[in-house]
């Protein structure tokens, strides 16, 4: 493509997302409330919830939504009982109903430094400024109640559940405020694990809980964190992604200046063979970690930087055999770019 074509492009992108592509606005996370239609908040297990809400769990129980009827068992309520059936049948029936089951939001968003980075139209942290407001816009749009936290590598904000607008407003002005703050080297750093043990001690069972990182500090504390959650809520990773991580392009040749604590390191990206190495590295690094989470049962998408939010989670919707009907999936499908 022609490079002059290829920064129009990207130009009107940025134009029709109303961004920059490195700081955060809430005009541009104010237009998702319109497109909430991308994405599925449905529950996809058990709601395992002890407080009433608008969600059908599969136990029965007294709730509002009448399920079946059986024969009368001692200690069935005997307000419960269908004096229809029991008359036209000569034996005791009793009604039973679908239990309604809150089902509160939370969503962990990662601005740390690695999430700084984009080599085409949004960094990775934009990105994920983005999904984290779908959903939260989604979560408001359903009734459900929603909150997280956010964490930039040296802060960290938690936001509790809350119902209605006012809760996703709070939550991105945390977002546009902890992304758009400049990094002091000295404070001490937030690690990703820090945050999800957090996000740990402020879920309830029987909550959706969205973790959107790149996932670049994943270690064995995260894991831990992540399997203690899973037992009571469904978890849904969302690995954000650039290009550039993935392989380097065929056509890129040259010096490249690797800034690191001790020095400045410069490679050549001319060789094939480094880009064949590259390549390979980062797939079998990105295999064992979907493999983890598939043996975890954790759902996960993986979404690209490279273009806007709202055309790929459309197209997966489009393209079902693609996506396994959702733009969730267990089986370790890349998504995206």
């Not at 909430?36 to 407080?51: F, G, N, R």
């Not at 059986?70 to 049948?89: E, F, M, N, P, S």
């Not at 001690?201 to 504390?221: C, E, K, M, Q, T």
């Not at 790929?312 to 733009?327: M, R, V």
């Amino acid at each position: 493509m022609n490079p002059a074509l290829q920064v129009q492009t990207v130009a009107q992108q940025l134009a029709a997302l109303g961004a920059d592509g490195v700081q955060l606005d809430l005009p541009q996370l104010l237009k998702y409330q319109h497109h909430t239609y991308v994405l599925d908040l449905a529950p996809q297990q058990v709601i395992q919830s002890k407080l009433a809400g608008s969600y059908l769990a599969r136990s029965k129980g007294r709730g509002m939504e009448f399920d079946e009827v059986r024969h009368y068992q001692l200690g069935d309520d005997v307000r419960t009982i269908d004096w229809r059936v029991t008359a036209r049948t000569g034996k005791v029936h009793t009604k039973l109903f679908r239990e309604e089951k809150e089902r509160p939001v939370f969503v962990l968003t990662d601005l740390s430094p690695s999430m700084h980075f984009g080599s085409v139209l949004l960094t990775k942290a934009v990105q994920a400024a983005h999904l984290a407001a779908l959903v939260g816009w989604h979560a408001r749009e359903r009734g459900d109640k929603f909150g997280g936290i956010i964490f930039n590598g040296q802060q960290i904000r938690e936001l509790k559940p809350a119902s209605r607008s006012v809760s996703v407003l709070r939550y991105l002005q945390q977002l546009i405020e902890l992304n758009n703050k400049p990094v002091v080297p000295e404070q001490q750093p937030i690690s990703l694990a820090d945050a999800v043990g957090q996000l740990r001690r402020l879920v309830r069972p029987g909550s959706l809980v969205y973790l959107i990182s790149d996932f670049s500090a994943l270690d064995a504390n995260v894991l831990r964190h992540l399997q203690s959650m899973r037992m009571h809520n469904e978890i849904r990773l969302c690995q954000i992604f650039d290009p550039l991580e993935l392989q380097i392009p065929a056509a890129v040749s040259g010096q490249l200046a690797l800034q690191s604590d001790a020095a400045v390191l410069q490679l050549d990206l001319t060789p094939a063979a480094l880009k064949q190495r590259y390549a390979l590295q980062q797939q079998l690094q990105q295999t064992e970690r979907m493999q983890y989470w598939r043996s975890m049962g954790l759902r996960h998408m993986q979404i690209s930087n490279a273009s806007s939010l709202r055309s790929q989670l459309a197209a997966q919707q489009h393209n079902p055999a693609q996506t396994h009907s959702t733009p969730f999936n267990t089986a370790g499908t890349v998504h995206g770019e």
